[in-house]
């Protein structure tokens, strides 16, 4: 899997031609090796222009004092591949929410989450960011914002990569762990998920366990996706323990019934060895009655698995809940009474717009 290749020379009175080049963002330092001697330059100033890309987060090529002035000048029109910043909200825990504006005009959120030491002072001893992997989503799950404003494309990689080094760069702290859990279907956009996450690994330098992927099961994707051996965590939302209610809350599952979508759960598990995460959304009423978490558990026996529970974000398109304290509480006691591990993940940021979409929605 290599970055896309990167044309010799610009041709600075042919502007069409110089908008073939590809952003350089998402090329190895190999490639970028190649790239500057391509350019009549030294192989060394590749290793310059992947610590300035990767590590200063440089927005144009004009901007990199080490690089010679005349050099500089006849490159400053190469596209990096940054975004811009469309518009920026702060909650009272931490996080940051961002509307990035992309080349073509389209906007996308990505969020940075930090987690702080004990006593909420001092370093921040985590920084995670949520990125999209698409603008919109074409899976329509009923109850999510995200769904509600269409699909338009799917997103490529150095639009993954750039969310990452957006919030780190406006943080001023690495960032520790990414999560493909913002708008979009990551496996239906494979191809370009897996080159970022490659950039991401080996050239921003996260490792592979501080990186996960959120999908909602596509047919024969996730098998696909388990055949590149990676170490990075797979987090399946399921949101409902039965196939009927499933095909209310996520139109997909009517192509994809639960038990196919299972048996291929268990091929990646066979075939990576690495543990599944399911992701369930609890929505008041619907999904987070007793006999739920029973039908839970008996789906997931015998799975190498961890179920994360996630009280619902309400919207205003839909009538939607989040249960409260104590029905959520009793649906984690029936999955530890029936040996399934589970944690809690109370959503941040809930003051600004925190849901998929809203923002999004809102501000577009």
Not at 4 to 22: C, G, M, W, Y
Not at 104 to 133: H, M, N, W, Y
Not at 331 to 352: C, D, H, M, P
């Amino acid at each position: 899997m290599s970055a896309t290749p990167l044309v010799s020379q610009v041709d600075l009175h042919n502007p069409e031609k110089s908008e073939l080049i590809p952003p350089l963002l998402g090329a190895t330092l190999a490639e970028l090796n190649t790239w500057v001697q391509q350019q009549g330059q030294p192989a060394y100033r590749g290793k310059q222009l992947h610590e300035w890309i990767y590590d200063k987060g440089v927005r144009s090529l004009s901007d990199i004092s080490v690089f010679p002035k005349h050099w500089r000048k006849e490159v400053a029109e190469i596209p990096i591949g940054r975004s811009i910043l469309h518009y920026r909200s702060v909650a009272p825990d931490g996080t940051v929410k961002y509307l990035l504006r992309l080349t073509d005009g389209q906007i996308i959120e990505t969020v940075g989450i930090p987690t702080f030491a004990e006593g909420g002072e001092g370093p921040k001893a985590r920084l995670t960011v949520c990125v999209s992997t698409q603008v919109g989503c074409p899976m329509a799950c009923d109850f999510c914002a995200t769904g509600k404003g269409g699909y338009k494309r799917n997103l490529a990689r150095h639009e993954i990569v750039d969310q990452v080094l957006t919030v780190q760069e406006d943080f001023q702290q690495r960032v520790s762990n990414v999560v493909f859990m913002g708008l979009g279907e990551p496996l239906l956009n494979t191809e370009n998920v897996l080159a970022a996450l490659k950039t991401l690994n080996q050239d921003v330098g996260i490792g592979q366990r501080s990186l996960t992927v959120s999908t909602v099961g596509i047919r024969s994707r996730i098998r696909e996706f388990a055949q590149n051996h990676l170490q990075i965590t797979l987090a399946v939302s399921l949101h409902a323990p039965n196939q009927a209610l499933r095909e209310k809350l996520i139109p997909s599952a009517r192509a994809y019934p639960l038990e196919d979508l299972l048996a291929e759960c268990r091929e990646y598990v066979e075939i990576t060895g690495r543990r599944l995460t399911f992701e369930y959304v609890l929505l008041a009423g619907v999904n987070d009655l007793p006999e739920h978490a029973l039908e839970l558990s008996k789906c997931l026996r015998g799975f190498q698995s961890h179920v994360n529970l996630i009280p619902y974000n309400p919207i205003q398109e839909v009538d939607y809940k989040r249960p409260n304290r104590d029905r959520i509480q009793a649906f984690v006691n029936i999955l530890k009474q029936q040996n399934t591990a589970v944690t809690v993940r109370y959503s941040r940021g809930l003051e600004a717009d925190a849901a998929c979409g809203q923002l999004r929605a809102s501000k577009n």
